[in-house]
């Protein structure tokens, strides 16, 4: 099935609206200018795809938003989480990073210097990436959102998140400066992402673009 690409601008609205024509093997990108999270993203996806597992890369979170996550959790819509921070999270924001142990435990989160932001949702049926500018809380200033779902592109992502949590230990927040993963390889992935035709009044066109080298 070819994939369709859709962009837009909301300046106003919910991750709900947005999201709103995102179906299987689709792709959106979406500009926003903060007036929702990535957890509202999360939750707009969930209430297309049902339980996933989840993994989020972010730079810094919000007490407000880790709970809301939990609750997910709680309630079996998340069916496992893993996180990705920034090696500098343990100094900057202490409290929030005892709420992210408290809540998910410490097998669940791994730390390095990053500054990647994105999230995966998988189950049996649904393989979503969302690559952002956004991290674990509001800001209310110009954010972007890329949303995709594609088998390849969410495994090559689910392999470097292992790689991350095999490469680091678990409870270790200490501020490294260390960047190389020694277990992970340099890799190209063996795919191409397809963009498709955009829809009648869109800005993309068609073409194809290379993930590119890891």
Request: with cysteine; proline share 2%; hydrophobic share 40%.
């Amino acid at each position: 099935m070819k994939k369709r690409h859709r962009a837009r601008l909301f300046k106003v609205g919910s991750a709900k609206a947005a999201l709103a024509d995102f179906d299987k093997g689709h792709e959106t990108t979406c500009y926003t200018f903060g007036q929702f999270s990535i957890i509202d993203a999360l939750v707009a996806l969930m209430q297309k795809t049902g339980p996933v597992h989840v993994v989020i890369a972010t730079w810094t979170a919000a007490s407000a938003d880790l709970r809301r996550a939990q609750e997910l959790m709680a309630d079996d819509l998340i069916l496992s989480c893993r996180w990705v921070v920034d090696h500098s999270f343990a100094n900057r924001q202490p409290e929030y990073l005892e709420k992210m142990v408290e809540l998910f435990g410490k097998d669940s989160i791994r730390s390095l210097k990053t500054h990647a932001k994105f999230m995966l949702l998988y189950n049996e049926e649904w393989n979503i990436v969302v690559r952002t500018s956004m991290n674990l809380n509001e800001n209310k200033r110009l954010e972007n959102m890329d949303v995709i779902d594609s088998e390849d592109f969410c495994s090559w992502h689910r392999a470097l998140v292992d790689g991350i949590f095999s490469d680091r230990r678990a409870g270790d927040f200490r501020d490294d400066s260390q960047l190389d993963l020694t277990g992970i390889a340099d890799e190209k992935p063996k795919f191409q992402c397809e963009m498709g035709v955009a829809s009648r009044g869109r800005v993309y066109e068609k073409g194809v673009a290379n993930v590119g080298p890891l």
